[in-house]
């Protein structure tokens, strides 16, 4: 299946983009942009953050509260990014509770199992929404009231905006000229395809300096054998059946595009990880 800018644009016009798959490593930048801007939660925070602005109008907070509620919503996003990935995506509790299991196959072991598969990139917006609502109204509240609040939450919404574009160039076909944006791609690209045990940050790796689990590829010539199945083994799937019922039954341990029934892709995205 190939994926061509004249199918985006017809796909675009009739609204139909999302009724198919999207592989990043097959999409170039302009095709990006075209999706990115279609899928329904990209489309959710922005109309939110809107939402959120009419808010703060509404019960507006003073300057410095607002700019206070804004700013430590963003500084201590990388952060909550760093704990929520290391120790609930990257877990190994999750799959073994039945009502949680398909949660956690959703929103980060079908996202290992196939890293360029764009519509298991994006968070979905049942855990996202109250995930960012839950630490950023907090904040703005002590800090502001009702108007430090919407600004706090405004600001959550727009930096997952972010961290979700971001995210989605570490996967993309494409080549930063940003040297900043050329690094974290190659870390994140270590921790899809090399040793999902590290690099947790997406836009920021402050966190894994700190905590001692930033590392280049060099640093671990040894490739993890779990770095597409989270740990979630054929052995593991026996005790804790969910993940591999809700997944067809496969538990996929090789390279996405040298699986069995998987078809050939672009190479370009995963050049320098594969």
């Not at 490593?25 to 899928?39: G, H, I, N, P």
């Not at 109008?57 to 300057?63: I, L």
């Not at 190994?92 to 360029?116: E, G």
């Amino acid at each position: 299946m190939q994926f061509e800018a004249s199918d985006v644009k017809s796909e675009a016009v009739n609204g139909g983009i999302w009724r198919r798959s999207h592989y990043l490593d097959r999409m170039t930048l302009k095709e990006l942009w075209v999706a990115y801007f279609q899928y329904p939660a990209i489309i959710a925070y922005i109309l939110l953050s809107a939402v959120s602005v009419g808010v703060w109008f509404a019960h507006p907070a003073g300057a410095l509260q607002t700019a206070a509620a804004v700013g430590i919503t963003v500084v201590a996003y990388p952060l909550v990014w760093y704990a929520l990935h290391r120790w609930v995506l990257h877990s190994n509790w999750m799959f073994k509770v039945p009502v949680l299991a398909s949660t956690w196959k959703r929103i980060h072991y079908d996202h290992h199992q196939d890293p360029n598969h764009l519509e298991v990139l994006f968070g979905a917006l049942h855990t996202t929404l109250p995930t960012i609502a839950a630490v950023t109204l907090p904040i703005g509240y002590a800090i502001g009231g009702i108007g430090g609040a919407a600004a706090a939450l405004a600001a959550g919404l727009v930096t997952t905006c972010v961290y979700e574009f971001v995210h989605c160039i570490q996967h993309l076909a494409y080549k930063p000229k940003s040297k900043i944006i050329a690094e974290m791609k190659k870390r994140h690209m270590a921790h899809h395809f090399h040793d999902e045990k590290g690099n947790y940050g997406i836009t920021n790796y402050f966190w894994d300096k700190v905590l001692g689990t930033f590392y280049d590829r060099s640093e671990r010539p040894k490739k993890s054998p779990t770095v597409f199945n989270l740990g979630y083994t054929d052995e593991v799937a026996v005790r804790y059946p969910w993940v591999k019922t809700l997944s067809g039954g496969v538990v996929a341990t090789g390279h996405p595009r040298k699986r069995e029934g998987v078809p050939s892709r672009r190479a370009g995205g995963e050049r320098e990880a594969a």
